[in-house]
């Protein structure tokens, strides 16, 4: 189901249940009102037209959660036999043998379309529906990947690139999720259970968020950018602030710029998509002067070499002002993603006197000087030459040229 399909869903079973069908069974929905609750701002008829006809080909199995061979019935319906579209009117018929199943008052009462109206993604939509039914509880229930991957996406799912689950992760399931992050004030987190190394099955969990949410989102480039970085590997609070904090070309030049260089045959693995992506944002690797941004071609990255001896103390101390950097930016964070990031550094740790648990005893000088200096690594890279020479003109001259 196409983005549209999802909202035209939403809206029109929305409508079923605050209110009655005629004496025929049809409901009815002023276009107007329709397309102000799914932020459809087009006069494209034409488009509605098309995207409802289609709408009336999706066919709905039945009891897909239950396993396959506890099913007693298998059975598909269309949810929409009949619909017209007048000059101002929506007028639809829901199919009898589904208005008990769908017709749910509990269920449309925790869906808002505010955050409908948000989203970019169907995929987002289907992950957000299916969450939401669960919002008491503590998580989902487990769904075989497979089953969840057609849930969310339909038909579109029979793509061959999407029968691997890595591939349905990086591309589908990792930009949903930031994105229902991004707009709604709950937090969800994947769960994957496997057998061997063989992922079989999904759940989320499903967590308040311990913060005030961002504020809301001022466009839909917003949230866009926002589920990008994070699908990079982005922490959700900082993405959230450099989509308010630099423009949609801006952040798109630099995804398409780090994107070209994580597939560069003639230049190294890009070990860190994160970092990189956040220097070439914050640098602007991707404004080549005479070039738009998407023509922009990432330099292979030059080989590390070592420091020269009268270079040692210089480094260390642009090190030591970096460590400071990464514990303000870690304080800047959600504490979810604290924890998330406490937690990789923990497992790296051999030495319990090196681990750093919230709640404990406090953590020793090693410790916190171990997990900042772990951090800045990890959220900015090595330290360039360019940066070393950076940090020298800065301590000499202030940040001004010699």
Known sequence: MSLMHRKLLNAWLKNAVESKPDKEGWWSLPIVEMSESIGFDSNNRDYLTASARELMTIVFEWDLMAEVQRRTLWKASVLFPDVEITSGLIRYQISKQLQEKVLSPEIYALIDQRVIRQFRRGTSIGLYEFCIRYQRLPK????????????????????????????????????????????????????????????VGL???IL???????????????????????????????????????THSEIAAAIEYTRK???????????????????????????????????????????????????????????????????????????????????????????????????????????TSKFFRWLALKTWGPVTPDQLLEYANNLLFGGKAA
């Open 140 to 199: 989902t229930p487990e769904v075989p990947w497979e089953t969840f991957r057609d849930m969310i996406m339909g038909t579109s799912a029979d793509a061959k690139s999407y029968k691997q689950y890595k591939v349905f992760k990086d591309k589908v399931l990792k930009p949903a999720i930031a994105e229902v992050n991004a707009v709604v004030e709950l937090q969800i987190e994947l769960q994957e259970t496997t057998r061997g190394r063989k992922v």
């Open 208 to 246: 308040k968020r311990e913060t005030a949410p961002p504020e809301e989102f001022t466009s839909p480039d917003e949230i866009t950018d926002t589920a990008a970085m994070v699908g990079f590997g982005m922490p959700q609070s900082e993405a959230t602030k450099l989509a308010k904090s630099y």
């Open 261 to 367: 260089r994580s597939v560069a045959k003639n230049a190294d693995k890009l070990d860190n998509p994160a970092a990189y992506l956040r220097r070439a944002l914050v640098e602007k690797w991707a404004i080549v002067e005479g070039q738009p941004p998407e023509k922009a071609i990432a330099k292979p990255a030059a080989k590390k070499k070592p420091p020269a001896p009268d270079q040692s103390r210089l480094q260390e101390a642009c090190l030591a002002q970096r460590d400071k950097e990464a514990e303000g930016y870690f304080y800047e964070l959600d504490p979810s993603e604290q924890q998330k990031l406490l937690d990789e550094y923990n497992s790296q740790q051999e030495l319990a006197s090196l681990k750093i648990k919230i709640g404990g005893r406090v953590p020793g000088k090693a410790a």
């Open 203 to 205: 759940s989320f969990l």
